[in-house]
């Protein structure tokens, strides 16, 4: 049984992560203005696709932030 719990916990805590990491993608886009005004494809992106849209937000669609100073 505690064989069990142990993978359990391990799930549960994957899974805070993963939506921790969500969470911050989106607020990281929300922060940002974006080339071309693509902020809105990257909200829908992240949304609606959460693990493979923050993938490809965190390896393409950093690239395209304006940073203002």
């Known amino acids: ?3 069990l719990s142990a993978g359990l916990i391990i799930w549960q ?3 805070l992560f ?3 990491l969500w969470i911050y ?3 990281d ?3 940002y203005e974006f080339k071309d005004n693509l ?3 990257w909200v829908v ?3 609606f696709i959460p693990f493979f849209g923050m993938l490809l937000y965190w ?3 950093k690239n395209h932030k304006i940073i203002q100073n």
């Open 59 to 61: 390896t393409i669609g």
């Open 18 to 20: 993963l939506v921790g």
């Open 1 to 3: 049984m505690h064989d």
């Open 25 to 27: 993608t989106l607020v």
């Open 29 to 31: 886009v929300a922060r």
């Open 39 to 41: 902020k809105l494809l």
């Open 13 to 15: 805590l994957m899974t």
């Open 45 to 47: 992106v992240v949304l």
